[in-house]
C-alpha cells in the first residue's frame, strides 16, 4: 500500500448558506467538513461509525486544533485531505489538510479520537479492531502545525449559558461536538469577526452533555488576541475546554 493511497481526499463548495456574513465559510461547517471526511476515510476503509455500531462500538473526538491562512469564500471549490498519523492502544491521530481550489494548502488540523463501547461508554482497543489492521493505514505525511496543548482557564468570567436542546444533539445521544464550536464562537461580538480572521481553534472535550443540560461558557483573555473558554455543565462539570487565537 503506498503512501498516497493511505490519504483520502475529498472535495466541496463553500455554499452561500455555509458561509457567514463576511463570505468566509464558518467554522462550524469547516468542523463538520472535517469530521465527515473522518468519517469517509474510515468507512472507505473498513473501521467506519456504521461498522462499530454494528457491535455496539463507535468514535468520539477527544481533541481538535484548526490552524488557517485563509477560507474558502462563497462558491468557491475546496478540498480536504485526511490521514491517519498513528494508533496507539486507546487514542488514533488523525490529521487534515484543507485545500483551496487551486489546490494550494490554506490550513491544515490535528485530531484524537477513541473508540468506545455503546454500553459502558468507556474506551475500547484500536489493536484489536480487525485484527489489528487499521495501523496499516499509517501515513507518513507531514501536517506542519502544533498537536493540541493543554488548556486551562485561571480566571474565568462568566460570559454566557444555554440549554441543551433537540438541534444540539447528535446520533450518539449527546451534544455535538460542532455545536460547541458554534456556541464558543458566539461568546464573541460580530466586529471582531468583521476586523480579525480566527488563526488557531483548539476544542478539548472533557466529558458528555445531554438534552436539558444547562452549559456556561467562562472565558479569559491570555493574550491580545487569544482566549480560553472553558464549558461547565449545570454548573459543575467541565465538558468542554476551548483556545480561540484571532489574528488581524
Known amino acids: 500500500m503506498t503512501e498516497d493511497s493511505k490519504v483520502g481526499t475529498y472535495r466541496f463548495v463553500a455554499e452561500p448558506f455555509h458561509v457567514d ?5 464558518t467554522m462550524g461547517v469547516l468542523g463538520n467538513h472535517l469530521l465527515n471526511c473522518a468519517g469517509f476515510h474510515a468507512a472507505d476503509r473498513g473501521f467506519g461509525i456504521a461498522t462499530l455500531n454494528e457491535n455496539h462500538y463507535t468514535w468520539v473526538l477527544s481533541r481538535l486544533a484548526i490552524e488557517l491562512e485563509d477560507m474558502p469564500r462563497a462558491y468557491e471549490s475546496f478540498s480536504i485531505q485526511t490521514w491517519v498519523e498513528n494508533v496507539y492502544r486507546l487514542f488514533t491521530d488523525r490529521n487534515f489538510a484543507i485545500l483551496d481550489k487551486d489546490g494550494k494548502a490554506i490550513g491544515y488540523a490535528r485530531s484524537i479520537w477513541a473508540m468506545i463501547s455503546m454500553e459502558t461508554r468507556k474506551p475500547a482497543d484500536l489493536l484489536t479492531l480487525h485484527g489489528g489492521s487499521i495501523v496499516d493505514y499509517v501515513c507518513v505525511k507531514d501536517c506542519p502545525i502544533d498537536k493540541p496543548g493543554r488548556i486551562k482557564v485561571s480566571h474565568p468570567e462568566l460570559v454566557g449559558e444555554c440549554q441543551v436542546k433537540y438541534s444540539d444533539i447528535d446520533l450518539n445521544g449527546h451534544v455535538n461536538s460542532i455545536k460547541y464550536i458554534e456556541h464558543i464562537l458566539d461568546l464573541f461580538p460580530m466586529e471582531m469577526f468583521r476586523e480579525k480572521r480566527i488563526r488557531r481553534f483548539e476544542m478539548a472535550y472533557v466529558a458528555e452533555s445531554y438534552y436539558g443540560d444547562t452549559l456556561s461558557f467562562y472565558r479569559e483573555q491570555t493574550g491580545e488576541n487569544e482566549y480560553d473558554v472553558e464549558v ?17
Do not use: A
Open 21 to 25: 456574513f463576511m463570505e468566509r465559510l
Open 232 to 248: 461547565k455543565k449545570n454548573g459543575s462539570e467541565v465538558v468542554v475546554r476551548s483556545k480561540v487565537i484571532f489574528r488581524d
